[in-house]
């Protein structure tokens, strides 16, 4: 199958032909393949013909409206792993941290969440102020949680990298003091054999 080929619109030149787009992370995305009716044809058959399309869902975290396009070759590349999972059949959710982390015994808030697209904790983190909104009261409260959540998760893995360099630089410096005390051996023995 072939996509039409169409650029993107909300995308800016990098310079030397470079193509950039914003931060595309948080946004809830899904390929789809939908039916269109195609009126000529169906004139023609004097029966309605129908033609499949691959279509993408963009969707901001949170928000009602959502764009729902059919797809084209910058979608494909811009959005590569959903269009794989799509390909393969597989499940097209966000990457992140899961809202069982933070919510596990509270059903009802994780599923108020995916019923507004939200499937991750970053993306609940990173909700818009219309997306905030959609969700009501305490919604400030959920995004300030699942904040400090992912700050906390950083901080601690900034942390393991610390500690892995510590113990890397243990490694080290118990390796250098082997190497001189060898040398030291080593320079013992000749001292002897210098004075004779």
């Known amino acids: 199958m072939h996509l039409q080929p169409i650029v993107p619109t909300n995308i800016h030149s990098a310079g030397y032909g470079a193509v950039e787009y914003g931060d595309d992370s948080k946004l809830f995305v899904r390929f789809m393949r939908k039916a269109e009716r195609m009126n000529r044809a169906s004139e023609e058959a004097g029966a309605p013909v129908f033609e499949a399309f691959d279509y993408i869902e963009i969707r901001q975290p949170g928000e009602k409206d959502a764009l729902i396009r059919r797809a084209h070759d910058g979608d494909v590349m811009r959005f590569s792993k959903q269009w794989e999972a799509y390909q393969a059949q597989r499940d097209q959710s966000q990457a992140g941290q899961p809202l069982e982390y933070l919510f596990e015994g509270k059903p009802e808030i994780m599923e ?11 993306s609940l983190a990173g909700l818009s102020e219309q997306g905030i909104a959609a969700l009501g009261m305490g919604a400030r409260s959920l995004v300030a949680e699942a904040e400090t959540f992912l700050k906390g998760m950083s901080d601690a893995a900034s942390l393991k990298k610390l500690q892995a360099k510590v113990r890397n630089s243990d490694d080290e410096i118990a ?10 051996d080593e320079i013992a023995k000749l001292k002897p054999a210098k004075e004779d």
């Open 175 to 184: 390796h250098l003091k082997q190497l001189i005390k060898q040398m030291g």
């Open 112 to 122: 108020m969440l995916r019923a507004r697209r939200v499937h991750t904790l970053e």
